[in-house]
T-cell receptor
Framework: EAGVTQSPTHLIKTRGQQATLRCSPI?????VYWYQQALGLGLQFLLW???????NRGNFPPRFSGRQFPNYSSELNVNALELEDSALYLC???????????FGPGTRLTVT | EDQVTQSPEALRLQEGESSSLNCSYT??????LFWYRQDPGKGPEFLFT???AGEEKEKERLKATLTKKESFLHITAPKPEDSATYLC???????????FGTGTKLQVIP
């Protein structure tokens, strides 16, 4: 069974630009989560989508946004990139309910 | 607000030296507690889900246990390949987000 996939693997952007990160969940999973992990730090919750709806949002500014498509894949957009946005962005998926999340390999975003 | 505290922050063991990692939590209505393993630069790998106090799960050299206030990840006779950061997370009820701890970085020396 295919796991969670993310693209691109690496992304290099300049301050002020926009970045788009993509995630495909495990087949049958309807919930998708996004996390930010800065180097050497813990997971910071960004967004949670289920059945196309935003269910919860972490303490991040509005320039972090996303959406979930009818096929349950998801997109994270980061506008007006800042140097401190450089991090590993992780996507996870799960069945709806109190079930474990399965993570993808992440997208390494570098802002210069 | 839900809180997850993991201890110790870092642990260095000799190969074969058993030990335990601690995850203390405060959550309104625990629906599930999860353990993950994360290698540097990679996504966390799911290990266990525990749902109620008294529950135990085992996988190879790892055993996870749960009480009403904390969870332990016991590592028996660890090997160097067990070196990683171990993360604990809790899921409350409803559409409340999963809260992750900051992890315990385990190093097993040959």
């Amino acid at each position: 069974e295919a796991g969670v996939t993310q693209s691109p693997t690496h992304l290099i952007k300049t301050r002020g630009q926009q970045a788009t990160l993509r995630c495909s969940p495990i087949s049958g999973h309807t919930s998708v989560y996004w996390y930010q992990q800065a180097l050497g730090l813990g997971l910071q919750f960004l967004l949670w989508y289920d059945e196309g709806e935003e269910r919860n949002r972490g303490n991040f500014p509005p320039r972090f946004s996303g959406r979930q498509f009818p096929n349950y894949s998801s997109e994270l957009n980061v506008n007006a990139l800042e140097l401190e946005d450089s991090a590993l962005y992780l996507c996870a998926s799960s069945l709806e309910g109190p079930y474990e999340q399965y993570f993808g390999p992440g997208t390494r975003l570098t802002v210069t | 607000e839900d809180q997850v505290t993991q201890s110790p922050e870092a642990l260095r063991l000799q190969e074969g030296e058993s030990s335990s990692l601690n995850c203390s939590y405060t959550v309104s209505g625990l629906r599930g507690l999860f353990w993950y393993r994360q290698d540097p630069g990679k996504g966390p790998e799911f290990l266990f889900t525990l749902y109620s106090a008294g529950e135990e799960k085992e996988k190879e050299r790892l055993k996870a246990t749960l009480t009403k206030k904390e969870s332990f990840l016991h590592i028996t006779a660890p090997k160097p390949e067990d070196s990683a950061t171990y993360l604990c997370a809790v899921r409350p009820g409803g559409y409340q987000k999963v809260t992750f701890g900051t992890g315990t970085k385990l190093q097993v020396i040959p």
